[in-house]
């Protein structure tokens, strides 16, 4: 990185932390510090939840996913738009009707106090450890990559985001954010731009997509039914249904997003606004992926992308074993883009046997390939059992540090810390929020009219989950695939989350006792279910839901007939 670089990024990063600071220094209003400005229209409202999904995980993991195993990732997400749908017809208007600050003060006025605890406790749990792999995320990246202390990078990012946080509250979040999403299209538009530029003279993105789409890439949809494939159609409407409806619809740091908008047509169209682009979205930096990958066909890639690691053993006592790699992965990409440029050339011959013999000795190089790749992860392991052997988030970064001009690369590393600050200060304000008014004021009825005296708590408690996250992604440390490990880590307690909310909504004769001990019984089923099955983890939603409801109506038989209660009726 040069000066252009420098003032690129933190200017961008420090401005817009400095604009929300400023925009929002005077707030004292609970509502306007919880839900935001009460002008809010659809727009902001859609930008908002976008950031708040769409972190630095989005940017960098993605385009890893295609590079690696294709476009088929973007199934994950055809359960998304009918999830906003059930949404904005079910959870919205009730939650505007209440007037809830949470999800979960909902859930106290259906069932009991200790469901609302439950509901929020575990919304506590699995969303503060994600928010300290989201300042982990790119910071693990860049420190790699850039040679940045990891420390200083993750203090000063999450110091950033609690400043305009704690201070401005929820309209800080989405003011912020809007400048954020800005930063990121530029980035990423501006990555593909140059990415299609340095594609081989007259091959174009048809050319790279044909190339990619033989060798496997381009494959969307999986209708396998194999339950131990993390990414097939059902996987995705099913499991991905389950995920979206209980992200969207139970997890704060979303529903903070949507419920203080204008009015109930303008927290629809926000919702719709992501139901229409999530997908399209998500394909096209899949498809960034996927033309990297023929992008590096013709290109010398490094054998394995995370350099920092492999040069660790590479300049070793066992370096002689690690050189002797690299030169046969250059041989093999040599030959590899010799296979391609041959299969090109037999499609132009329109000879069908001739295409298919080229495509096949095509395939072959590329697996040829691709063993060495696996070889050289091998070697790691045998060397070091602790390296991490996963370089696939590795591989967009190494494309902008190498590839992109001055000053882009200050953008595209612009874009992953805009987009960690979007999704991590959504997340410390749902914190705050649902720590202040669930627990907090639910201990300390007395205290709730002291509206000043509830936005200096709310402010301290967002300012220590913020320090929590600090401290966690300090010492934290991920083996999958960072897209993965978060939505694992979802999968696992948003499905029971999913059921008790679908329990108060539709089953209006079922009480808090029941639910309480079904969701508990629930959860663990799901927790033991991860550490011994082998089965794709979307299917952890759909798991976790359906035996929380089921669970809840048969306790309620044992436990006898229950009238419902004035919410249960508004429900």
Not at 25 to 30: G, P
Not at 58 to 73: A, D, N, V
Not at 241 to 257: H, P
Request: charged residues 15%; hydrophobic residues 55%.
């Amino acid at each position: 990185m040069n000066v252009a670089d420098w003032v690129v990024l933190l200017g961008t990063m420090v401005g817009i932390a400095a604009y929300g600071f400023w925009r929002t220094r005077h707030t004292r209003s609970l509502n306007t510090y919880l839900k935001g400005s009460q002008s809010t229209g659809w727009g902001t409202i859609g930008l908002s939840v976008m950031a708040t999904q769409a972190s630095a995980i989005t940017f960098l993991s993605i385009p890893g996913q295609g590079f690696e195993s294709g476009i088929g990732f973007v199934q994950n997400y055809f359960g998304l738009p009918l999830a906003l749908i059930i949404v904005c017809a079910v959870f919205l208007p009730i939650y505007r009707r209440l007037g809830v600050y949470t999800a979960y003060e909902f859930l106290g006025r259906r069932f009991d106090g200790k469901t609302r605890l439950l509901g929020a406790g575990l919304f506590l749990l699995q969303r503060g450890l994600a928010a300290g792999v989201t300042i982990y995320v790119p910071a693990i990246i860049l420190s790699t990559m850039l040679g940045w202390r990891l420390d200083l990078i993750i203090m000063f990012t999450g110091l950033l985001v609690i400043m305009y946080t704690v201070t401005g509250g929820s309209e800080a979040v989405s003011l912020t954010q809007k400048w954020q999403i800005a930063v990121i299209g530029a980035g990423m538009v501006t990555a593909l731009v140059v990415l299609v530029a340095k594609l081989p003279a007259g091959l174009g993105v048809t050319g790279a997509a044909h190339i990619a789409g033989a060798l496997g890439k381009l494959k969307a949809v999986d209708f396998s039914l194999d339950p131990r494939r993390r990414y097939t159609i059902w996987t995705g409407l099913l499991g991905g249904l389950f995920l979206s409806l209980s992200y969207f619809g139970t997890d704060q740091s979303q529903v903070q997003r949507y419920i203080g908008g204008v009015s109930l047509r303008d927290d629809r169209l926000g919702l719709m606004f992501n139901a229409l682009l999530k997908i399209p979205m998500q394909f096209v930096i899949l498809l960034l992926g996927a033309l990297l990958f023929v992008f590096y066909q013709f290109e010398r890639p490094p054998v394995f992308f995370n350099q920092s690691e492999w040069q660790r053993h590479a300049r070793g006592p066992g370096a002689s074993k690690f050189l002797a790699l690299e030169r046969q992965h250059a041989v093999a990409v040599a030959q590899a883009e010799e296979a391609i440029r041959a299969w090109l050339h037999a499609r132009a011959s329109e000879d069908a046997a001739v295409e298919a013999t080229a495509h096949a000795a095509m395939v072959a190089a590329n697996r040829r390939t691709e063993a060495v790749r696996s070889e050289a992860k091998a070697a790691l392991t045998a060397a070091d059992p602790r390296a991490k052997t996963k370089d696939s988030d590795y591989v967009f970064i190494t494309f902008i540090l190498t590839e992109l001009p001055h000053g882009a690369i200050g953008l595209l590393i612009a874009v992953i810390f805009a987009a960690a600050l979007a999704s991590h200060a959504a997340e410390l304000n749902a914190l705050g929020t649902t720590t202040t008014i669930d627990f907090w004021r639910h201990f300390r009825p007395l205290a709730a009219a002291d509206e000043a005296r509830n936005v200096r708590v709310a402010k301290r408690f967002t300012a220590l989950w913020g320090l929590i996250a600090v401290a966690f992604a300090l010492f934290a440390g991920f083996a999958e695939n960072l897209i993965e490990a978060i939505n694992i880590l979802g999968s696992i307690f948003y499905g029971v989350v999913l059921g008790i909310f679908l329990v108060a909504f539709f089953f209006r004769r079922v009480g808090g006792s029941a639910v309480f001990f079904a969701a508990v019984a629930a959860q663990a089923l799901v927790i033991v279910m991860y550490l011994s099955l082998d089965i794709g983890y979307l299917w952890y939603n759909l798991v976790g839901c359906a035996v929380c409801i089921a669970f809840s109506v048969l306790l309620q038989a044992v436990l006898g007939p229950r009238a419902p209660t004035d919410e249960g009726r508004a429900a």
